[in-house]
C-alpha cells in the first residue's frame, strides 16, 4: 500500500510549558524517536509540532516522550504533511 505523503504532521498541545528550557526539554524527548523528522515546540502558545513517520512512531509515543519530559500533552491534532 504506497503513500504518496508517507510523513504526517501532528501539533500537539501541552500543559506547563513556562520558558525556553521546557520548550528545549520537550523538542530533546521528541527528536530521540525513530521517526520523527521535525520538531518545533513554542512555549508562547504551548505547542509542539511534529512531522514524523507514521510507519516508525506512533502518536501515542510521541504523546508519551511529552510525558517522559515531564508536561503533559492535552490533545492534538493531526494531518499529512504537505
Known amino acids: 500500500m504506497a503513500d504518496q505523503h508517507p510523513h504526517q504532521f501532528v501539533m500537539i498541545k501541552v500543559e506547563g510549558m513556562h520558558c525556553h528550557r521546557c520548550q528545549q526539554a520537550?523538542?530533546?524527548?521528541?527528536?530521540?524517536?525513530?521517526?520523527?523528522?521535525?520538531?518545533?515546540?513554542?512555549?508562547?502558545?504551548?505547542?509542539?509540532s511534529v512531522l514524523?513517520?507514521?510507519?516508525?512512531?506512533?502518536?501515542?509515543?510521541?504523546?508519551?516522550?511529552?510525558?517522559?519530559?515531564?508536561?503533559k500533552a492535552t490533545g492534538f491534532t493531526q494531518r499529512a504533511a504537505e
Open 26 to 48: 520537550i523538542r530533546r524527548s521528541l527528536e530521540s524517536l525513530p521517526g520523527v523528522h521535525e520538531v518545533e515546540v513554542d512555549f508562547a502558545s504551548g505547542q509542539a
Open 52 to 71: 514524523y513517520d507514521p510507519g516508525e512512531v506512533r502518536i501515542r509515543q510521541l504523546v508519551d516522550a511529552v510525558g517522559e519530559a515531564g508536561y
